[in-house]
T-cell receptor, first 115, second 111 residues
């Protein structure tokens, strides 16, 4: 239990569906992240939120839309995805700005399959 | 984005053996992190390093922050079957919240 909870753990969707991934952190952190993990590739940073403000968008296609209503919750809205978007999507959080700024904690991931 | 070079890519070792892996970067980092990931799970933080030369242990795991600040090492002593998994390094340059990740070392421990 890392203090970062992701739901759902598994998701299968068609290319025309709209779905959302949810992340919640119970660590009191101020920064939250979405990463994409594909086979045989390093983790790819998608989005970063600091104190609910988006500070990084790593050239992610608009079919991925993040939402951060508060420092504890992060969503990734999915719309008209492609089969190559199938991957493990990892949420993470970090203290941001404090002494332990560099500690990044991950959730268990949401395995997405796009048919 | 920046990529860390992690080696070896995979290791097959006998139970009880020691393991060493490392990560190198072309630029300086202020933080090095080491993670373990089991299949279908998220990476779990093993050790965090914040100072050049720092040597930190977590049970049978020991990690070092290289003096040049461009590399880091992870050692596992007396490996056991539950050490099986993929080990990732991650580095943070110090500006903003950007973390860069290695490609992972897949460890197999043969009983």
């Amino acid at each position: 239990e890392t203090g970062v909870t992701q739901t759902p753990r598994h998701l299968v969707m068609g290319m025309t569906n709209k779905k959302s991934l949810k992340c919640e952190q119970h660590l009191g952190h101020n920064a939250m992240y979405w990463y994409k993990q594909s086979a045989k590739k390093p983790l790819e940073l998608m989005f970063v939120y600091n104190f609910k403000e988006q500070t990084e968008n790593n050239s992610v296609p608009s079919r991925f839309s993040p939402e951060c209503p508060n420092s504890s919750h992060l969503f990734l809205h999915l719309h008209t995805l492609q089969p190559e978007d199938s991957a493990l999507y990892l949420c993470a959080s970090s203290p941001a700005g404090g002494l332990k700024d560099g500690e990044l904690f991950f959730g268990e991931g949401s395995r997405l399959t796009v048919l | 984005g920046q990529q860390l070079n992690q080696s070896p890519q995979s290791m097959f070792i006998q139970e009880g053996e020691d393991v060493s892996m490392n990560c190198t970067s072309s630029s300086i980092f202020n933080t090095w992190l080491w993670y373990k990931q089991d299949p279908g799970e998220g990476p779990v933080l093993l050790i965090a390093l914040y100072k050049a030369g720092e040597l930190t242990s977590n049970g049978r795991l020991t990690a070092q922050f290289g003096i040049t600040r461009k590399d880091s090492f992870l050692n596992i002593s007396a490996s056991i079957p539950s050490d099986v998994g993929i080990y990732f390094c991650a580095g943070q340059p110090g500006h903003g919240n950007q973390f860069y990740f290695g490609t992972g070392t897949s460890l197999t421990v043969i009983p």
